[in-house]
Structure formats: structure tokens, C-alpha cells
């Protein structure tokens, strides 16, 4: 039996090189003026998996990914780096998920991947800033979490070593497996593409890619089909509907507001000696110094 | 109707954490709008003056759990604990510290539990909602207000339908407030085996542990000298620490500024720094991004110090003052000097 690893990888807006132009007039974002990139902390995610792959020999990583079909980019960039195999998670029914739905539909797809010894996550996508899908997978799986993975320190068939990275200090920890890592910024960054792996696999395409592309793949295919990127769908998941999208999240987005300035009274001053001793005056007189 | 349960972190000294207390605080006041009881949840070995820590802020109730093996914290156990309290107390609403605990042990929660959770939010409040589609009507649910898609928008998220409503608040975001000396509430007492699932929680072994005490606390300032990449170099920030202690106050210091190598990390104030509500804020050299503002434009007074006068900061400044910080910087040091007795 393989040492299986399956990695948790999301496509997010690159909210860090937010332009004048990513919001419309009526003040909702506008996602296409964003590029669509690898969640950095999925890379170093990624990495980890794929240092125990060079670690041990029988090591198999395999990427899973829950979005619209073009996240199938982010199954590709993980196999030019080393990765084995991906799966696409994607299906309009998964529309409008929020943390809870979206941990319920990958924990189903990590389910259809046992045995596995472990799940790597990212600490948090740059979209959202939440943190919370790692440890709701883990819950629903029923297996230990460790967050804020920094370094790898040792593993075996049964057994994990991570140092973690807290706020104020750092902790080790040592988990039996299965278990679920979710990996800090603070870990190696990801290896670069592989110019092999980038030769080989640069053809992989999921079905729905296959349906708009102009050139027909049939033999190329048929050739090598491990360039089949698998999709799976809520019904391969065997997946509840209702826990799916809208009416599986209980969280609601009331409102969204842009954020603007508010502008204030402001008292100009310059930086002549009278108008600096007239303020600190002013600050003195009010008590704001003392 | 049911309560708020506030979920309190132990600090290395055995007392309970800041974030945890400034979330007591806001806390009893949406328990007071809401007129329920505002309950916290304390988990861990050895914890003394539990009551004289909590009661002051207003807690009417205290369920405690200890254990040699629930500190440190690790995920297991505290998520046993809490998710079975839960179910028996059924809370209405559920705060959590925006921490590396908090952020670990309240999504395994929710999830548990099949909850919602709202992560780092800015500002908590009550009201009212109306499904468009439904046209039904929810009363006095919680707000959840947080920064979005790399805090170019706020977001008002709410939980309708599960229960409890749970959130997290960064440390700083919230004040902490002492209610009443004299107030005594209830203390609760669990009994670990009745809320642990198994021996099996505790599978985790912590190794190696370096947690430091909290250092430079730019949270408690009241006065704070924040300076930016307009500062220039690591030299020039002395300037700031002179005025900072001349004046009484503490330094702080954009992004730009730390990563530049000017100051530490400890010292950032902003959206992935730490949010603060001083009494006077001057800003030396700080463009004012989006971020920046996240975590001080609650400020009772702002001056800013800038040659720019189109920086984006004087529009939110009480006072701006156009220039050099190293001209004026040193000039507020000479005319304080000169004017205070
Ligand atoms: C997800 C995310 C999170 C972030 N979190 C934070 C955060 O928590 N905190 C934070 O601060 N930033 C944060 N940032 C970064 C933020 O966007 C800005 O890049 C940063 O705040 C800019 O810092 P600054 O104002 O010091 O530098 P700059 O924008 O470079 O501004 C320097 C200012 O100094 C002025 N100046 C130059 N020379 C002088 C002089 N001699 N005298 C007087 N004025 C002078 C200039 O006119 C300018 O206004 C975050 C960014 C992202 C994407
Ligand atoms: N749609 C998704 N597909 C795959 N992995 C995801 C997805 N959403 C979240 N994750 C994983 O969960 C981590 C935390 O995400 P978040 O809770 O959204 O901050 C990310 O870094 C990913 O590793």
C-alpha cells in the first residue's frame, strides 16, 4: 500500500494587487479585473507533501481542488511540480458555499480517497482570510488536526513530527495518523515547475476543458490517458444536496460595503516652528497630552 | 431565550488572555441589549482566582473544566469539551479569540456542531433581518461585520437558521471594560469525563514548547507615535521613540515599515498587525493604505506627518501637517519640552 497524500488546493482572486479597477461602479468586486492564482499557502502545502515524497519511496500526492472548471490550472501547476495525480471538484451546486459546505464536499472526495495517511491544507486562502476549511475537513473526517505547520521534522507510517508556528512561539507536536496538516506561510516555499513533468502534462485536460478546446485530443488520449484530469460531481460524491451551496451555508452575506474614506475636518498645518508650537499647545490645553 | 458563552484562552501565566476578556467585554454588553446572561467557558490545569479574573467583567456564569492534561491547549479535548457544553447549553451566541487557539478549536466547533462561523470580525452587533424570497423575519440576530478579499470590503455576515451564532475578534479589536468591582455570578464546575468523547483526544503530544509573554504592548497605549515607510531608515525611527518617550506613549509602525527592517513585527498596526484606539495617533510617514486604517482609524485624534499632501491619511487626520518628519519630529520634542510642566 502507497503513502498517500491528498493535498487541498484552491484557485483565488490575487487579492494582494487590488487595482482602481477592481470594483464596479455599484461597489460589488469585480472578479474578472483580478488574476486567478495558486492560494500561497497551498503552495507551501504542496511543498510539504512533496518533501515526504522524496522522503519515503512509496509516496503518492494527490491534489484536490473544489471550484469552477478552469481551477483545473491549479491541478496542472501541482503536477509540474511533482505532484501524481489531481481531482477536480466542480459542479453548479456548489455554488455558494461557504466553509461549512465546502469542507462537507471535499471531506466526501478525501473520503472516496481512503486509505490515506494524510491531508495537507493551506493555513487560509487569500480570499477570504478564514482558516477554517482545514480543521472543518479534519473534524468531518474524524481525524487530528495540526495547524500552522512550519517545518516537517519527521514521519513514518504511523506517526507525524511538525513544529508549529503560534503567535508568540513556536510548539512540536507529534501526531498519529491519519492526520490533517494545515501549512503557515512561514514553511519552504514550493519547488519550481519541472521542465520534464511541465513537457509531459501539459496537454492534461479535465472532460468540460476537452469540450472547448478546437483540436481533438482522441489520440493523443488514447495514447496516454493519464492526462485525464478527473472532475467529480455532487452525484459522484454521493453528496446531500441540501448541505450543498446556499442552503448548506449557514452564514448570509447581509451586506457588502466598499471601503471609502470618510473625510474629516482637517487642520492644515505647516511645519514652520509657530504652527508646531500652536498645536502641541492645543494638544496640551485639551489634556490628549499631558 | 439562550445565553453567550465567551471561550476563554490561558495565557503562560496561568491567567486569562486579554482577547478573552476584551470579548467578556462586549460580550455583557450584547447580553444587556439581547437581557440574556453572558456565561464563559474555562478550560485548562490549575487556574486560580478564576472569579475575582472574570466576575468583574460582568460574567454571570463560569463553567470550568480542568485537568492536568488540558493545558497546553491542544485541539481534541477543548473541542470535546466545548462541543458537548454546547449541546447541553445550547448558546445563542458563541465568541472565540481571533488566536492561534481560537482559530484552531472554532471551526472544529461549528463544524461539530453544523453552525456557521464568522472568522476575524471587526465589530459585533444586534438586529434585524428579512428574507427577500421568504419575506419571514429574523429578530435581534448578530452582525458579524469583518474585512473581505483583502480588506477592500466590509462584509455584514449573519447565521438565520443554526445556532449558536459563532465568531472570532482579533486581540485589540474589541476594549476592555470592567463592569463593576463587586458583581458574583454562578461558577460551574464540569466533570471532564462526562464532556471528553475518548481517551483518544488526547492522541496529540506536545514535544517542545517556546510561548513568550505578550512584549511590547501597543495595545494598551494611550498615546501612539506610528511611523512608515516615509520615515526612511531605522535611524530616523529614534526620532520616534524620543518623542514616544518624552510624551508617554509607545512606537508603532505600518507594514512597509517592518518589512523594510525599521522595526519589528510586534510593533504592526493594521489589518495583519494589531488594531488600536488610542487617545492621540500620530502618524509619521504613512500613506494610510486600506490595511493601515483597518487598525487605527478609530483613533480619538489622528495627526499625520507628511510631505504629501494628497497622502490618503490626512483625509481621516484631525490634523495634518505638511513636511519632513525628520524636521518636524524634533520640533514637537523641543516645544513639548518647552510648554509642559
Ligand atoms: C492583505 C494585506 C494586509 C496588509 N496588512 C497591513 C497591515 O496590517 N498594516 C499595514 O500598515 N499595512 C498592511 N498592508 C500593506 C498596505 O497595503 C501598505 O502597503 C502599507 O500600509 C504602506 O505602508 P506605508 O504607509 O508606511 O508606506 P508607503 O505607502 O510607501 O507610504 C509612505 C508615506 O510616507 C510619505 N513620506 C515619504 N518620505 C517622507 C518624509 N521624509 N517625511 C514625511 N513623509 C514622508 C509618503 O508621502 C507616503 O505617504 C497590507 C497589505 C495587504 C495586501
Ligand atoms: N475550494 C477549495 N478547494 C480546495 N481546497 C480548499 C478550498 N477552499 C479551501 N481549501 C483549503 O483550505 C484552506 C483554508 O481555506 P479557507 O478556510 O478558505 O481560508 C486553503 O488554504 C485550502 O488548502
Known sequence: MSFRIVVLAKQVPDTRNVGKDAMKADGTVNRAALPAIYNPEDLNALEMALQIKKMRNDVEVIILTMGPPRAAEIIRESIYRGADKGYLITDRKFAGSDTLATSYAISLAIKKLAPYHLVISGRQAIDGDTAQVGPQAAEKLGIPQITYAEELLEVDENHIVIKRRLERGIEVVKSPLPALITVHSSAPDCRARNAKLLMKYKHARTVTELQEETRDYTELYNKRPYLQIDEWTVADLDADVEMLGLSGSPTKVKKIENVVLQQKDSVLLTDSDKDIELLIKELLSTHIIG | ?341
Open chain 2, 1 to 341: 431565550m439562550n445565553n453567550i458563552f465567551v471561550y476563554c484562552e490561558i495565557t503562560e501565566e496561568g491567567t486569562i488572555a486579554d482577547v478573552s476578556l476584551e470579548l467578556l467585554s462586549k460580550g455583557r454588553k450584547l447580553a444587556n441589549e439581547l437581557n440574556i446572561k453572558l456565561e464563559a467557558v474555562v478550560i485548562g490545569s490549575q487556574i486560580t482566582d478564576i472569579e475575582s479574573q472574570l466576575f468583574p467583567y460582568g460574567v454571570d456564569v463560569i463553567h470550568i473544566a480542568q485537568d492536568t492534561r488540558l493545558f497546553p491547549y491542544t485541539t481534541l479535548p477543548h473541542a470535546a469539551i466545548v462541543v458537548n457544553l454546547f449541546k447541553e447549553e445550547k448558546p445563542e451566541i458563541a465568541l472565540f479569540g481571533a488566536t492561534s487557539i481560537g482559530r484552531d478549536l472554532a471551526p472544529r466547533v461549528a463544524s461539530a456542531l453544523k453552525c456557521g462561523l464568522t472568522a476575524d470580525c471587526t465589530s459585533l452587533e444586534i438586529g434585524d433581518h428579512t428574507e427577500n424570497k421568504t419575506q419571514t423575519t429574523y429578530k435581534n440576530l448578530l452582525y458579524q461585520i469583518r474585512p473581505a478579499f483583502g480588506g477592500n470590503i466590509i462584509a455584514t455576515i449573519i447565521n438565520p437558521d443554526t445556532r449558536p451564532q459563532m465568531a472570532t475578534v482579533r486581540e485589540g479589536v474589541m476594549k476592555k471594560e470592567i463592569t463593576s468591582k463587586s458583581t458574583k455570578g454562578e461558577v460551574k464546575v464540569l466533570d471532564i469525563e462526562q464532556y471528553l468523547s475518548s481517551d483518544d483526544d488526547f492522541v496529540l503530544e506536545i514535544i517542545e514548547r517556546h510561548v513568550e509573554q505578550q512584549k511590547v504592548n501597543i495595545k494598551g497605549a494611550q498615546i501612539i507615535i506610528a511611523g512608515g515607510y516615509g520615515v526612511g531608515s531605522k535611524e530616523n525611527f529614534d526620532l520616534l521613540f524620543n518623542l514616544a518617550e518624552v510624551i508617554g506613549g509607545e512606537v508603532g509602525a505600518s507594514r512597509a515599515a517592518v518589512d523594510a527592517g525599521y522595526v519589528e513585527h510586534a510593533r504592526q498596526i493594521g489589518q495583519t498587525g494589531v488594531t488600536v484606539r488610542p487617545k492621540l495617533y500620530i502618524a509619521c510617514g504613512i500613506s494610510g493604505a486600506v490595511q493601515h486604517r483597518a487598525g487605527m482609524d478609530q483613533s480619538a485624534k489622528i495627526i499625520s506627518i507628511n510631505n504629501d499632501p494628497k497622502a490618503p491619511i490626512n483625509k481621516i487626520a484631525d490634523y495634518t501637517i505638511i513636511g519632513s518628519v525628520s524636521d518636524i519630529v524634533p520640533k514637537m520634542i523641543k516645544y513639548y519640552k518647552a510648554n509642559s510642566k
